[in-house]
T-cell receptor, first 115, second 114 residues
C-alpha cells in the first residue's frame, strides 16, 4: 500500500531532550516536506526536500533540523525542544513537488507535547 | 508574500444542506489552488485542485472554481452528508517564484448534523 508513515504518533518529552520524528514513504517520491499544525494558524511548512541531499527552509525552520540521506526517509530532528514546539506534525511527499501541481500525500501526524 | 484566507469556522449544517466555504488568496505569481480535507485523527487528503484561471476542480460532490478576477476558490457542495464532517483547508502553490511549498489557510471545521 502506498503510504507515508510517521513515528512515533504521540510523544511527550521534556525541554531540552533531543528527539527525532521519523518519516518514510514507499512511493519513490522525490519531494518531501514537514509541516506543523497549530490552532488558528493552519499548517506551516518547516523544511522541505526536493531530492536526496537537497533540503531547504520553509516558513518556520527555527529549532528544527532535517536530513535526507535516502530518498524514502526524511527525519525531523529537534535538538533542544521547547514548549513552543508543542504541536501536531505532518510529513508529506509528492513525486516532484507542488510546483507541478502534483498531489501531496500526508502522513497520519505526530502529536508532540514538550513539558 | 503568498497568503490564503478562509472563512472562520466552525460551520454547522444539517444533512442535505448546501455548503459554501469561502477562500480567497494573495499571490504574486500564477498559483495553483487546492482544497485538502482532514478527517478526525487522520492526515490531510487532497480533495480537489485547479491549476489555472476558470478551471473547476471537483471530487466527491464538491466543486471549486478558480476565479482570478476575485482571487477566490470557494468550496461548494449541493447536499452535505454526515460523513463530510471534517476540517477543510484551502491552499496554494505559487509557480512564478519557484515556491516549492504549499501555503495553507487556517482551516474550517465543518460539522454535519443528521
Amino acid at each position: 500500500e502506498a503510504q507515508v508513515t510517521q513515528n512515533p504518533r504521540y510523544l511527550i518529552t521534556v525541554t531540552g531532550k533531543k528527539l527525532t520524528v521519523t518519516c518514510s514513504q514507499n512511493m519513490n517520491h522525490e519531494y518531501m516536506s514537514w509541516y506543523r499544525q497549530d490552532p488558528g494558524l493552519g499548517l506551516r511548512q518547516i523544511y522541505y526536500s526536493m531530492n536526496v541531499e537537497v533540503t531547504d527552509k520553509g516558513d518556520v525552520p527555527e529549532g528544527y533540523k532535517v536530513s535526507r540521506k535516502e530518498k524514502r526517509n526524511f527525519p525531523l530532528i529537534l535538538e533542544s525542544p521547547s514548549p513552543n514546539q508543542t504541536s501536531l506534525y505532518f510529513c508529506a511527499s509528492s513525486p516532484t513537488g507542488p510546483i507541478l501541481q502534483e498531489t501531496q500525500y500526508f502522513g497520519p501526524g505526530t502529536r508532540l507535547l514538550v513539558l | 508574500g503568498d497568503s490564503v484566507t478562509q472563512m472562520e469556522g466552525p460551520v454547522t449544517l444539517s444533512e442535505e444542506a448546501f455548503l459554501t466555504i469561502n477562500c480567497t488568496y494573495t499571490a504574486t505569481g500564477y498559483p495553483s489552488l487546492f482544497w485538502y480535507v482532514q478527517y478526525p485523527g487522520e492526515g490531510l487528503q487532497l480533495l480537489l485542485k485547479a491549476t489555472k484561471a476558470d478551471d473547476k476542480g471537483s471530487n466527491k460532490g464538491f466543486e471549486a472554481t478558480y476565479r482570478k478576477e476575485t482571487t477566490s476558490f470557494h468550496l461548494e457542495k449541493g447536499s452535505v452528508q454526515v460523513s463530510d464532517s471534517a476540517v477543510y483547508f484551502c491552499a496554494l502553490s505559487d509557480v512564478l517564484f519557484g515556491n516549492e511549498k504549499l501555503t495553507f489557510g487556517t482551516g474550517t471545521r465543518l460539522t454535519i448534523i443528521p
